[in-house]
Structures are given as C-alpha cells and as structure tokens.
C-alpha cells in the first residue's frame, strides 16, 4: 500500500498552528496479522523519516510510528515516537497524530489531523 498524507500542526510546544506537513506512507502488509508495515516519511514544517506499524479494527486504524521528526526553527526540536488513529474510509483515511518532541529548553507535544489518500486502491 501507499499513501500520500497532508497533515496540519498544531504545536503545543509553541501554542501555534505550525503549519502543513505533505507526506508519503508506504508499507507491506505483514502475513494474515492484519498489520501493515512501512516508512512514514514527511516534509514541510519540520521532517522525519519513521518506521510505522498499523492495525486494522473494524474501519479503524491504530498506528504507532518510532524513527526521527526534526523541526528546526530558534532551535531544534526531535521527536521519535507518534501514535496515530485513522477512520478508513476506502480510498480515504482521515485522523490524529500526536508526537512528542524535545529541544533547547522546551518539551511539548504537536497534534496532527491528517488526510491520507491511498494511492494503491
């Protein structure tokens, strides 16, 4: 499977909207678990590239993405764990992503609601 993401951030860090975040998604589904395996890579408002498993329950999809997500502003924030949960709706998911993130002398969360358009169907 693949999917093209736009996502929004909100950063808690910064109390802001931060800004959009285009991405691709692109896994494999792993055996008869019912869960897919892949790379989360992302741009824009700060990037990352991470490591994602997801699982299917019911119409929705539980995702959890470890790796590295920089956003570079004053300072350099990283995060390396996001957890997410989408509703599928066919061609279409649509959901949240929150990502903890570190650096300088901050600590906060940034918030994502995400569109994800499967590129595969």
Do not use: H
Not at 35 to 57: C, H, P, Q, R, W
Not at 72 to 86: A, D, P, T, W
Not at 104 to 110: A, I
């Amino acid at each position: 499977d693949g999917y093209f993401n736009y996502g929004w951030d909100y950063d808690e860090t910064s109390g802001d909207n931060s800004g959009m975040r285009p991405g691709l998604n692109i896994s494999k589904p792993l055996g008869s678990l019912g869960i897919n395996v892949g790379l989360d890579i992302s741009t824009g408002y700060g990037s990352g590239v991470m490591l994602f498993a997801e699982k299917a329950l019911g119409t929705w999809r539980l995702a959890l993405s470890f790796g590295n997500d920089v956003v570079e502003e004053v300072y350099e924030q990283e995060g390396n764990f996001k957890i997410g949960i989408f509703k599928d709706f066919g061609k279409f998911l649509c959901g949240f992503e929150t990502l903890s993130r570190e650096g300088g002398d901050l600590e906060g969360t940034s918030t994502f609601l995400t569109l994800r358009y499967n590129l595969a169907k």
